[in-house]
Protein backbone atom coordinates (compact mmCIF):
# COMPACT_ATOMS: atom_id res chain seq x y z
CA UNK A 1 0.00 0.00 0.00
CA UNK A 2 1.59 3.04 -0.65
CA UNK A 3 1.02 6.97 0.43
CA UNK A 4 2.02 8.44 -3.02
CA UNK A 5 0.79 11.69 -3.29
CA UNK A 6 -2.29 12.41 -6.12
CA UNK A 7 -1.62 15.00 -8.34
CA UNK A 8 -3.46 18.40 -8.14
CA UNK A 9 -6.41 18.31 -10.58
CA UNK A 10 -8.23 21.32 -11.70
CA UNK A 11 -11.04 22.27 -9.85
CA UNK A 12 -14.46 23.00 -11.30
CA UNK A 13 -15.50 26.75 -10.85
CA UNK A 14 -18.98 25.66 -8.88
CA UNK A 15 -17.12 23.67 -6.35
CA UNK A 16 -14.65 26.24 -5.99
CA UNK A 17 -17.25 28.50 -4.77
CA UNK A 18 -19.13 25.81 -2.63
CA UNK A 19 -15.93 25.36 -0.93
CA UNK A 20 -16.30 29.20 -0.19
CA UNK A 21 -19.99 29.06 0.99
CA UNK A 22 -20.15 28.53 4.87
CA UNK A 23 -23.06 25.97 5.72
CA UNK A 24 -25.12 28.01 7.73
CA UNK A 25 -27.04 25.57 9.75
CA UNK A 26 -24.12 23.12 9.85
CA UNK A 27 -22.66 26.70 11.89
CA UNK A 28 -26.13 26.99 14.08
CA UNK A 29 -25.97 23.26 14.99
CA UNK A 30 -22.37 23.71 15.98
CA UNK A 31 -23.58 26.69 18.09
CA UNK A 32 -26.03 24.68 19.58
CA UNK A 33 -23.61 22.26 20.99
CA UNK A 34 -21.38 24.87 22.32
CA UNK A 35 -24.78 26.32 24.48
CA UNK A 36 -24.82 22.81 25.79
CA UNK A 37 -21.24 22.23 26.36
CA UNK A 38 -21.13 25.83 28.54
CA UNK A 39 -24.03 25.35 30.60
CA UNK A 40 -23.47 21.93 31.63
CA UNK A 41 -19.43 22.48 32.09
CA UNK A 42 -21.14 25.24 34.93
CA UNK A 43 -21.68 22.27 36.97
CA UNK A 44 -25.36 23.36 38.24
CA UNK A 45 -28.64 23.40 37.92
CA UNK A 46 -30.05 26.12 35.45
CA UNK A 47 -33.21 26.94 33.80
CA UNK A 48 -31.18 25.77 30.41
CA UNK A 49 -30.52 22.28 31.80
CA UNK A 50 -33.73 21.10 31.12
CA UNK A 51 -33.23 21.24 27.62
CA UNK A 52 -28.91 20.43 28.06
CA UNK A 53 -29.13 17.55 30.19
CA UNK A 54 -29.27 14.90 27.65
CA UNK A 55 -33.16 15.71 26.98
CA UNK A 56 -33.23 15.02 23.56
CA UNK A 57 -31.29 11.84 23.53
CA UNK A 58 -28.31 10.30 25.18
CA UNK A 59 -25.99 13.04 23.25
CA UNK A 60 -24.13 15.68 24.59
CA UNK A 61 -22.55 18.87 22.65
CA UNK A 62 -19.19 16.85 22.64
CA UNK A 63 -20.42 13.68 20.53
CA UNK A 64 -21.85 16.91 18.08
CA UNK A 65 -18.62 18.61 17.71
CA UNK A 66 -16.42 15.35 16.91
CA UNK A 67 -18.82 14.84 13.82
CA UNK A 68 -19.28 17.82 12.76
CA UNK A 69 -15.82 18.86 12.71
CA UNK A 70 -15.18 15.12 10.61
CA UNK A 71 -18.26 16.01 8.00
CA UNK A 72 -16.35 19.88 7.87
CA UNK A 73 -12.92 18.19 7.16
CA UNK A 74 -13.83 15.20 4.87
CA UNK A 75 -16.07 17.99 2.89
CA UNK A 76 -13.20 21.01 2.98
CA UNK A 77 -9.71 19.20 2.49
CA UNK A 78 -11.42 17.69 -0.56
CA UNK A 79 -11.39 20.71 -2.24
CA UNK A 80 -7.87 21.91 -0.92
CA UNK A 81 -6.57 17.84 -1.89
CA UNK A 82 -7.86 19.13 -5.37
CA UNK A 83 -6.30 22.45 -5.01
CA UNK A 84 -3.29 22.25 -3.54
CA UNK A 85 -2.60 18.69 -3.32
CA UNK A 86 -2.70 15.78 -0.70
CA UNK A 87 0.71 16.61 1.09
CA UNK A 88 -0.34 20.86 1.47
CA UNK A 89 -3.45 19.84 2.85
CA UNK A 90 -1.86 17.47 4.93
CA UNK A 91 0.23 19.80 6.44
CA UNK A 92 -2.72 21.89 6.77
CA UNK A 93 -4.45 19.37 9.15
CA UNK A 94 -0.93 18.81 11.12
CA UNK A 95 -0.58 22.25 11.50
CA UNK A 96 -4.07 22.71 12.88
CA UNK A 97 -3.65 19.73 15.21
CA UNK A 98 -0.24 20.98 16.38
CA UNK A 99 -2.40 24.57 17.32
CA UNK A 100 -5.13 22.58 19.30
CA UNK A 101 -1.97 20.82 21.18
CA UNK A 102 -0.87 24.33 22.28
CA UNK A 103 -4.78 25.22 22.96
CA UNK A 104 -4.64 22.42 25.49
CA UNK A 105 -1.20 23.43 27.23
CA UNK A 106 -2.21 27.07 27.54
CA UNK A 107 -5.31 25.72 29.08
CA UNK A 108 -3.75 23.70 31.68
CA UNK A 109 -0.98 26.22 32.45
CA UNK A 110 -3.59 28.91 32.59
CA UNK A 111 -5.54 26.67 35.84
CA UNK A 112 -2.40 26.05 37.77
CA UNK A 113 -1.52 29.70 37.62
CA UNK A 114 -5.06 30.80 38.53
CA UNK A 115 -4.07 28.21 41.30
CA UNK A 116 -1.56 30.37 43.17
CA UNK A 117 -3.69 32.86 43.11
CA UNK A 118 -5.09 33.21 46.92
CA UNK A 119 -7.98 32.44 48.43
CA UNK A 120 -8.68 31.14 44.40
CA UNK A 121 -9.50 27.11 44.39
CA UNK A 122 -9.13 26.20 40.62
CA UNK A 123 -7.71 22.35 40.20
CA UNK A 124 -6.75 20.12 37.04
CA UNK A 125 -7.38 16.41 36.60
CA UNK A 126 -3.61 14.59 37.10
CA UNK A 127 -3.24 11.28 35.69
CA UNK A 128 -2.28 9.06 39.12
CA UNK A 129 -2.95 12.39 41.80
CA UNK A 130 -6.56 13.13 41.07
CA UNK A 131 -8.07 16.46 41.40
CA UNK A 132 -4.85 18.71 42.53
CA UNK A 133 -3.77 22.72 42.21
CA UNK A 134 0.03 23.31 41.26
CA UNK A 135 1.44 23.17 45.09
CA UNK A 136 -0.15 19.96 45.81
CA UNK A 137 1.13 18.66 42.13
CA UNK A 138 4.41 19.30 42.60
CA UNK A 139 4.20 18.54 45.86
CA UNK A 140 3.26 14.64 44.81
CA UNK A 141 5.30 14.91 41.50
CA UNK A 142 8.12 17.31 41.38
CA UNK A 143 8.75 20.06 38.93
CA UNK A 144 10.39 17.86 36.18
CA UNK A 145 8.17 14.72 36.17
CA UNK A 146 4.56 17.53 36.63
CA UNK A 147 6.37 19.36 33.67
CA UNK A 148 6.82 16.02 31.62
CA UNK A 149 2.86 15.02 32.36
CA UNK A 150 1.73 18.41 31.43
CA UNK A 151 3.34 18.06 27.92
CA UNK A 152 1.97 14.40 27.44
CA UNK A 153 -1.37 16.49 28.30
CA UNK A 154 -2.08 13.87 31.27
CA UNK A 155 -3.59 16.98 33.07
CA UNK A 156 -6.47 18.54 32.04
CA UNK A 157 -9.11 20.89 33.48
CA UNK A 158 -11.99 19.83 34.86
CA UNK A 159 -14.95 18.85 32.26
CA UNK A 160 -12.32 20.27 29.53
CA UNK A 161 -11.25 17.34 27.92
CA UNK A 162 -12.64 16.82 24.05
CA UNK A 163 -9.93 19.24 22.96
CA UNK A 164 -7.20 17.00 23.78
CA UNK A 165 -9.33 14.27 21.69
CA UNK A 166 -8.99 16.41 18.57
CA UNK A 167 -5.51 16.53 18.63
CA UNK A 168 -5.27 12.83 17.99
CA UNK A 169 -7.88 12.85 15.69
CA UNK A 170 -6.55 15.62 13.34
CA UNK A 171 -2.89 14.13 13.47
CA UNK A 172 -4.58 10.89 12.18
CA UNK A 173 -6.89 12.77 9.71
CA UNK A 174 -4.16 12.48 6.76
CA UNK A 175 -4.67 8.82 7.13
CA UNK A 176 -7.95 8.73 6.85
CA UNK A 177 -7.95 11.12 3.70
CA UNK A 178 -5.87 9.18 1.59
CA UNK A 179 -8.27 6.26 2.07
CA UNK A 180 -10.67 8.59 0.46
CA UNK A 181 -8.84 10.69 -2.13
CA UNK A 182 -8.09 6.91 -3.09
CA UNK A 183 -12.02 5.87 -3.40
CA UNK A 184 -11.56 3.60 -0.30
CA UNK A 185 -14.64 5.46 1.83
CA UNK A 186 -15.89 1.86 2.46
CA UNK A 187 -12.47 0.22 3.50
CA UNK A 188 -11.83 3.20 5.63
CA UNK A 189 -15.38 2.81 7.54
CA UNK A 190 -14.88 -0.92 7.89
CA UNK A 191 -11.43 -0.76 9.26
CA UNK A 192 -12.44 2.29 11.85
CA UNK A 193 -15.64 0.70 12.70
CA UNK A 194 -13.86 -2.87 13.57
CA UNK A 195 -11.42 -0.72 15.74
CA UNK A 196 -14.65 0.76 17.88
CA UNK A 197 -16.45 -2.65 17.96
CA UNK A 198 -13.26 -4.05 19.49
CA UNK A 199 -12.92 -1.65 21.98
CA UNK A 200 -16.45 -1.39 23.09
CA UNK A 201 -15.54 -4.51 25.30
CA UNK A 202 -11.69 -3.77 26.07
CA UNK A 203 -12.26 -0.48 26.57
CA UNK A 204 -8.29 0.40 25.54
CA UNK A 205 -6.68 3.52 26.27
CA UNK A 206 -4.18 4.92 23.61
CA UNK A 207 -2.27 6.83 26.43
CA UNK A 208 -3.25 7.51 29.73
CA UNK A 209 -4.16 11.26 28.82
CA UNK A 210 -7.02 13.36 30.75
CA UNK A 211 -9.21 13.39 27.84
CA UNK A 212 -8.66 9.54 26.90
CA UNK A 213 -10.06 9.00 30.48
CA UNK A 214 -13.32 10.02 29.26
CA UNK A 215 -13.17 9.59 25.70
CA UNK A 216 -11.93 6.40 24.69
CA UNK A 217 -9.28 7.85 21.33
CA UNK A 218 -10.03 4.43 19.53
CA UNK A 219 -13.85 4.48 20.14
CA UNK A 220 -14.48 8.23 19.17
CA UNK A 221 -12.27 7.76 16.07
CA UNK A 222 -15.19 5.73 14.49
CA UNK A 223 -17.53 8.83 14.68
CA UNK A 224 -14.77 11.49 13.17
CA UNK A 225 -14.51 8.94 10.63
CA UNK A 226 -18.34 8.37 9.97
CA UNK A 227 -18.56 12.50 9.67
CA UNK A 228 -15.10 12.66 7.55
CA UNK A 229 -16.25 10.18 5.10
CA UNK A 230 -19.73 11.71 4.96
CA UNK A 231 -18.33 15.14 4.26
CA UNK A 232 -16.39 13.73 1.38
CA UNK A 233 -19.22 11.96 -0.42
CA UNK A 234 -21.66 15.20 0.61
CA UNK A 235 -23.24 15.40 -2.94
CA UNK A 236 -23.88 11.93 -3.23
CA UNK A 237 -25.46 11.50 0.19
CA UNK A 238 -27.91 14.38 -0.53
CA UNK A 239 -28.94 13.13 -3.75
CA UNK A 240 -29.67 9.66 -1.91
CA UNK A 241 -31.64 11.36 0.27
CA UNK A 242 -33.91 12.77 -2.58
CA UNK A 243 -34.60 9.69 -3.74
CA UNK A 244 -37.80 7.47 -2.46
CA UNK A 245 -35.66 5.35 -0.61
CA UNK A 246 -34.01 8.18 0.60
CA UNK A 247 -37.04 9.72 2.38
CA UNK A 248 -38.08 6.05 3.67
CA UNK A 249 -34.60 6.41 5.36
CA UNK A 250 -35.81 9.88 6.71
CA UNK A 251 -38.28 8.31 8.17
CA UNK A 252 -37.14 5.44 9.91
CA UNK A 253 -34.43 8.62 11.10
CA UNK A 254 -36.87 10.63 12.64
CA UNK A 255 -38.61 7.77 14.80
CA UNK A 256 -35.19 6.67 16.21
CA UNK A 257 -34.56 9.86 17.37
CA UNK A 258 -37.71 10.11 18.84
CA UNK A 259 -37.48 6.99 20.54
CA UNK A 260 -34.20 7.83 21.90
CA UNK A 261 -35.78 11.33 23.00
CA UNK A 262 -38.43 9.15 25.10
CA UNK A 263 -35.92 7.24 26.33
CA UNK A 264 -33.80 9.86 27.53
CA UNK A 265 -36.37 11.71 29.19
CA UNK A 266 -36.92 8.85 31.51
CA UNK A 267 -33.16 9.46 32.83
CA UNK A 268 -33.17 10.08 36.53
CA UNK A 269 -29.62 11.24 37.25
CA UNK A 270 -29.49 14.28 35.18
CA UNK A 271 -30.04 16.99 38.37
CA UNK A 272 -33.69 17.81 37.42
CA UNK A 273 -36.92 17.69 40.06
CA UNK A 274 -38.97 14.65 39.35
CA UNK A 275 -41.68 16.43 37.53
CA UNK A 276 -39.20 17.41 34.97
CA UNK A 277 -38.57 13.88 33.57
CA UNK A 278 -40.91 10.91 32.66
CA UNK A 279 -41.34 7.73 34.79
CA UNK A 280 -42.41 5.51 32.17
CA UNK A 281 -39.08 2.99 32.54
CA UNK A 282 -37.96 2.51 35.87
CA UNK A 283 -34.37 3.44 37.99
CA UNK A 284 -33.87 -0.06 37.40
CA UNK A 285 -34.97 -0.20 33.45
CA UNK A 286 -33.34 2.76 32.12
CA UNK A 287 -29.58 2.62 33.90
CA UNK A 288 -29.59 -1.25 32.85
CA UNK A 289 -30.28 -0.01 28.84
CA UNK A 290 -28.59 2.98 29.48
CA UNK A 291 -25.23 0.97 30.42
CA UNK A 292 -25.40 -1.82 27.73
CA UNK A 293 -26.49 1.08 24.92
CA UNK A 294 -25.69 4.18 25.45
CA UNK A 295 -21.94 4.27 27.23
CA UNK A 296 -20.40 7.67 26.61
CA UNK A 297 -16.95 6.76 27.63
CA UNK A 298 -17.00 3.64 24.42
CA UNK A 299 -19.69 5.04 22.54
CA UNK A 300 -21.77 2.51 23.33
CA UNK A 301 -24.26 1.19 19.67
CA UNK A 302 -27.47 2.99 20.87
CA UNK A 303 -25.40 6.48 21.79
CA UNK A 304 -23.72 6.35 17.95
CA UNK A 305 -27.16 5.67 16.66
CA UNK A 306 -28.29 8.65 18.73
CA UNK A 307 -26.10 10.97 17.44
CA UNK A 308 -26.16 10.46 14.18
CA UNK A 309 -29.86 10.13 14.02
CA UNK A 310 -30.39 13.61 16.20
CA UNK A 311 -27.81 15.42 14.31
CA UNK A 312 -29.68 14.45 10.85
CA UNK A 313 -33.08 15.40 11.94
CA UNK A 314 -31.50 18.72 13.43
CA UNK A 315 -29.88 19.54 9.61
CA UNK A 316 -32.92 18.44 7.97
CA UNK A 317 -35.26 20.64 10.18
CA UNK A 318 -32.64 23.75 9.90
CA UNK A 319 -32.63 23.31 6.16
CA UNK A 320 -36.40 23.13 5.70
CA UNK A 321 -37.39 25.93 8.04
CA UNK A 322 -34.35 27.96 7.86
CA UNK A 323 -35.23 31.28 7.35
CA UNK A 324 -37.95 30.67 10.64
CA UNK A 325 -34.56 29.74 12.24
CA UNK A 326 -32.47 32.74 11.12
CA UNK A 327 -34.10 35.00 12.01
CA UNK A 328 -35.14 33.84 15.68
CA UNK A 329 -32.04 32.12 17.25
CA UNK A 330 -29.17 32.56 14.35
CA UNK A 331 -27.94 35.70 15.75
CA UNK A 332 -27.14 33.96 18.77
CA UNK A 333 -26.25 30.31 17.55
CA UNK A 334 -24.54 30.99 14.64
CA UNK A 335 -22.20 33.17 15.94
CA UNK A 336 -20.74 31.18 18.18
CA UNK A 337 -20.74 27.96 16.24
CA UNK A 338 -18.69 29.96 12.99
CA UNK A 339 -15.93 30.33 16.29
CA UNK A 340 -16.44 27.85 18.35
CA UNK A 341 -12.99 27.08 19.16
CA UNK A 342 -12.40 30.60 20.17
CA UNK A 343 -15.56 30.19 21.90
CA UNK A 344 -14.19 26.96 23.77
CA UNK A 345 -11.04 28.44 25.17
CA UNK A 346 -12.73 31.24 26.65
CA UNK A 347 -15.39 29.24 28.42
CA UNK A 348 -12.37 27.18 29.76
CA UNK A 349 -11.00 30.44 31.31
CA UNK A 350 -14.34 32.29 32.20
CA UNK A 351 -16.01 29.08 34.35
CA UNK A 352 -12.70 29.18 36.35
CA UNK A 353 -14.08 32.50 37.57
CA UNK A 354 -17.58 31.02 37.87
CA UNK A 355 -16.33 28.16 39.89
CA UNK A 356 -15.27 30.51 42.61
CA UNK A 357 -18.75 32.03 43.22
CA UNK A 358 -20.17 30.59 46.69
CA UNK A 359 -24.58 29.98 46.43
CA UNK A 360 -24.54 28.25 42.74
CA UNK A 361 -26.07 25.29 43.88
CA UNK A 362 -28.81 23.38 42.30
CA UNK A 363 -31.28 24.83 45.29
CA UNK A 364 -31.11 28.56 43.56
CA UNK A 365 -31.97 27.73 39.68
CA UNK A 366 -32.93 31.12 39.24
CA UNK A 367 -29.50 32.74 40.41
CA UNK A 368 -27.60 29.75 38.58
CA UNK A 369 -29.93 31.07 35.26
CA UNK A 370 -28.92 34.49 35.82
CA UNK A 371 -25.24 33.44 35.81
CA UNK A 372 -25.56 31.18 32.97
CA UNK A 373 -27.15 33.90 30.89
CA UNK A 374 -24.07 36.41 31.78
CA UNK A 375 -21.39 33.70 30.82
CA UNK A 376 -23.20 33.01 27.78
CA UNK A 377 -23.82 36.47 26.44
CA UNK A 378 -20.29 37.44 27.19
CA UNK A 379 -19.12 34.94 24.99
CA UNK A 380 -21.59 36.09 22.25
CA UNK A 381 -20.39 39.54 22.90
CA UNK A 382 -16.46 39.06 22.51
CA UNK A 383 -17.25 36.72 19.40
CA UNK A 384 -19.59 39.31 17.81
CA UNK A 385 -16.75 42.01 18.57
CA UNK A 386 -14.08 39.93 17.31
CA UNK A 387 -11.91 40.44 20.87
CA UNK A 388 -8.99 39.52 20.80
CA UNK A 389 -9.28 37.05 17.61
CA UNK A 390 -5.73 38.16 16.81
CA UNK A 391 -4.47 35.94 19.30
CA UNK A 392 -7.30 32.94 20.37
CA UNK A 393 -7.13 30.93 17.40
CA UNK A 394 -10.77 29.68 15.91
Not at 127 to 147: C, D, P, Q, V, Y
Not at 148 to 176: C, D, E, S
Request: with cysteine.
Amino acid sequence: MSFAEPKPQPVPAVEAKAEKLRDLPLDFIRGVAIFFMVTDHLLFVSGYSFFTRERFGMVTGAEIFVLISGVLIGHLYKFKILKRGFKSASVGLLRRAIQLYTVCLSLSVSVFLFSLIPHVNTKLWTTGGGMMNLREAIHFFGWKHLIIQTLLLHNGPLRMNVIGLYVILLGAAPIAMWFLVKGRGGLLLLASGLVWAINLKLEARVIATSFDNVFRVLSWQFLFVIGMVAGYYREAIKAFFSTKHGKWVTIGVITLAAVMCFIALNNPDTGLPTWARLHVLSHHQFHRIYQKLFSRKTLAPGRMLNVLCLFSVAYIALKTYWPYAQKTMGWFFVTIGQASLYVYILHAIILQAVYQIHGLDNEHVLLNTAVATGVLFMLWFMTRKKLLFWLIPR
